[in-house]
């Protein structure tokens, strides 16, 4: 979580390419090139800024699309909800950071960006930058979001500055009036944590249309209906059985069968499957348009 930040970063660039350097409780970290032709590298001259990591972790919880979701207990913002994240450590690259706040928040293990979530991971990718310079107001915070998704997922534990953490629904949390809970007053996300979920709820809607990725959403072993429950949370649509039963079973490498069957929804027993080797699907699932 957020809480005092343990390293700056200072990035520019010149005649001899970028430049990186750290600075953090009056330490400062050069390149073996600093110094070129007589002329060494002034870090007071680029004012540090710090670099962090903002998670939109996604799941499907009662048919609804939900993002973890953490209460501030310390300015700014406090009180407010916010998306979970945390500054970048002075010893990690950023896949590291994202990779430890997510286990910090949620218990869940990254895996690779190109593979299912399976054995109690999470399907980890980077999402875009936001650099605004007013996003923060202690001083200048570039964040570096990324996109979590995974199976139905516990109660979540609060960590570091966040008094409260729960699942709560996309659609809410991006209400125009805010976001509010147990008679709380609304108000929007704290920092620009609406627009980098609103990007992260596109991403996702988008990829499940040409990729396996939904899949991520389910348990290792899964049903076609709670597949396409999924599809209905993550688009917000109201999908035909019958037809989007035929389109992913007939999907090359979409889904394999693993023979067995479960009536955990309820009525006759449900074939059950797993992913499939393919990451890329032919033809996609089209969005319907709303």
Known sequence: MRGRP????????????PVRCAAGEGSVYRQADDY???????????????????????????????????RRGEPPFQGRWALPGGFVRADEDLSQAAARELAEETGLRAHDPD???????????????YGDPKRDPRMRVVSVAHLAL??????????????????????????????????EQAAPLAFDHAQILSDGVERARSKIEYSSLATAFCPTEFTVGELRRVYEAVWGVALDPRNFHR????TPGFLVPTGGTTTRQGGRPAQLF??????????????PEV
């Open 6 to 17: 343990e390293a700056a970063v200072t990035l520019l660039s010149d005649h001899r390419g």
């Open 36 to 70: 070129d032709h007589g002329m060494p590298y002034d870090p007071s001259a680029f004012p540090p800024f710090a670099v962090t990591v903002d998670l939109v972790v996604l799941t499907v919880r009662r048919h609804a699309l939900c993002a973890l979701a953490v």
């Open 150 to 183: 995974a199976p139905d997922l516990p109660a979540p534990r609060a960590g570091g500055d966040a008094n409260s953490a729960r699942w709560a629904p996309v659609e809410e949390l991006l209400r125009q009036g805010g976001y509010g809970r147990d008679g």
């Open 274 to 287: 797993r992913a499939g080797g393919a990451t890329l699907l032919n033809p996609p699932m089209l969005r």
């Open 115 to 129: 593979a299912p979530a399976q054995d109690n991971g999470a399907h980890l990718e980077q999402l875009a930058t």
């Open 247 to 250: 389109k992913v079973t007939g």
